[in-house]
């Protein structure tokens, strides 16, 4: 199982350690790195900001909403990434959420998600292939556009700028079944947003038949501490805004998410509290026993014992939301 390490998106302004956690990182072995953003920093900019000061290891976006971004727009990020680092770019992508996509970028949420994320998906390898202009007739992505509102003047076009690969590693974040499953087909690569080693049933009928060499690289927070309560702090805070926040209550993929990892209870109160203005009750919500499964907190030995869950399961690489080097360090002492 190889190790990543994962920044997230910028608070209310950059965190100054991020290119010294990503350059040591890099000397601990770290397979790779990746960014975010939601709505305040983006994915790609911080990404080459560490590639300018990395040699190695691999740069990932974890994610890159496609709402920001034309298909074509993004294939130009990533190709243009790929090649100032040499090779080291991965294409992470999302949907987001209606609240986000609506909210936020100012756009409809795609009635049919999964159509969506094919078609998008389907475009960005148009372009790295380069094997000629990008046509497609898509329901939401049509190149050239010919919309009721179009001049009729639009040109397939291929990328001026060869990329550097045409095989660029895309990889998708999934929640649902039915877009894991496509997710499975579509992409080389899947980024759970929460992922339990003790209820990999949960996603089972989901990855049947994976392809070779098909990636699942989850995000878990690590947090080397005496203190196992106090270290899930930050965990439960993490999942009670995506719960409680980061969707409508009627529609909230990361809450059905939980409910399917067996918790719909704890998830809808969660929600509850959230929504109606008492954040700190939300986290506290939260249950314990599942911010615990889903990262890996506590001293050296705990946390050696339960890295041989992840380890045993079909995870391929584990991206780590680690607070200080010193984390990084033992992570990579027993992850050898």
């Known amino acids: 199982m190889r190790l990543g390490l994962a920044l997230g998106y910028w608070g209310r302004g950059p965190d100054p350690r991020h290119l010294e956690l990503a350059q040591k990182a890099e000397r601990l072995g770290y397979d790779s790195v990746w960014t975010a953003e939601s709505w305040g920093s983006d994915a790609f900019t911080p990404l080459t900001w560490i590639a300018a000061h990395t040699s190695r290891i691999r740069l990932g976006t974890a994610i890159a909403q496609m709402a920001a971004r034309s298909p074509t727009t993004t294939a130009m990020h990533a190709l243009t990434l790929d090649h100032l680092s040499g090779g080291r770019m991965m294409l992470g992508l999302g949907l987001s959420g209606p609240q986000v996509v609506e909210g936020w970028y100012g756009r409809p949420f795609p009635r049919s998600p999964l159509t969506a994320t094919r078609e998008y998906v389907d475009v960005v390898r148009q372009v790295l292939r380069r094997e000629g202009p990008v046509e497609t007739d898509g329901r939401f992505h049509a190149h050239p556009y010919r919309g009721e509102d179009a001049t009729g003047l639009g040109k397939p076009l291929k990328p001026i700028t060869h990329p550097l690969r ?27 947003l929460y992922w339990s080693p003790t209820r990999t049933d949960a996603y089972e009928a989901s990855l049947t038949g994976l392809p070779e060499d098909f990636v699942i690289a989850p995000m878990a927070r690590v947090t080397v501490c005496d203190d196992v309560a106090e270290g899930l702090l930050p965990v439960k805070a993490m999942l009670g805004f995506y719960i409680g926040g980061m ?12 409910a399917r990892m067996g918790y719909a209870d704890e998830a809808r109160r969660v929600q509850e509290l959230f929504l109606a203005g008492r954040r700190e009750e939300a986290v506290l919500a939260v249950p314990d026993a599942f911010a615990d499964e889903i990262s890996l907190v506590g001293p050296r030995g705990r946390i050696a014992e339960r890295l041989e869950l992840w380890r045993k399961g079909p995870v391929t690489d584990l991206l780590v939301l680690a607070p200080d080097p010193h984390t990084l360090r033992v992570l990579a002492e027993l992850n050898s």
């Open 247 to 258: 969707g409508h209550a009627k529609r909230n993929f990361h809450a059905d998410l939980m």
């Open 166 to 192: 045409a095989d660029l590693p895309i990889l998708l974040g999934a929640e649902g079944p039915k877009n894991i499953a496509q997710t499975t087909r579509i992409a080389d690569g899947w980024l759970p």
